[in-house]
């Protein structure tokens, strides 16, 4: 019913930025809430940050990890979200997934992944 795709991914050196982004799609949906996770082989998908509602005020959460460091907002009439990274560590290098919520539907939409990798 929903297809969920990321982008923005890439190499970036320690310090810098990058900016994903998700799109959600499908025949008709209302979506509770949308966030960011991110896994490296061999460990845990971990959560990143996510945010609900019609609003970003009040309705951001952020793992400890990248507080102060990414910032998640949306645009509800685009279905999407963005993760702004900034001040990039080796160890953010991991393939970061897309989760969009439903109202009313069980199932947890996914999206197939971006890589981030942050290197010298």
């Known amino acids: 019913q929903v297809q969920v795709v990321e982008s923005g991914g890439g190499l970036v050196q320690p310090g810098g930025s990058l900016r994903l982004s998700c799109a959600a799609s499908?025949?008709?949906?209302?979506?509770?809430?949308m966030g960011w996770y991110r896994q490296v082989p061999g460990k845990q998908r971990e959560f990143v940050a996510r945010i609900t509602s019609n609003d970003s005020s009040g309705n951001t959460n952020y793992a400890d990890s990248v507080k102060g460091r990414f910032t998640i907002s949306r645009d509800n009439a685009k279905n999407t979200v963005y993760l702004q990274m900034n001040s990039l560590k080796p160890e953010d290098t991991a393939v970061y997934y897309c989760?969009?919520?439903?109202?009313?539907?069980?199932?947890?939409?996914w999206g197939q992944g971006t890589q981030v990798t942050v290197s010298s």
């Open positions: 499908g025949d008709r949906f209302s979506i509770y809430g």
């Open positions: 989760l969009v919520l439903l109202y009313g539907v069980a199932t947890n939409y």
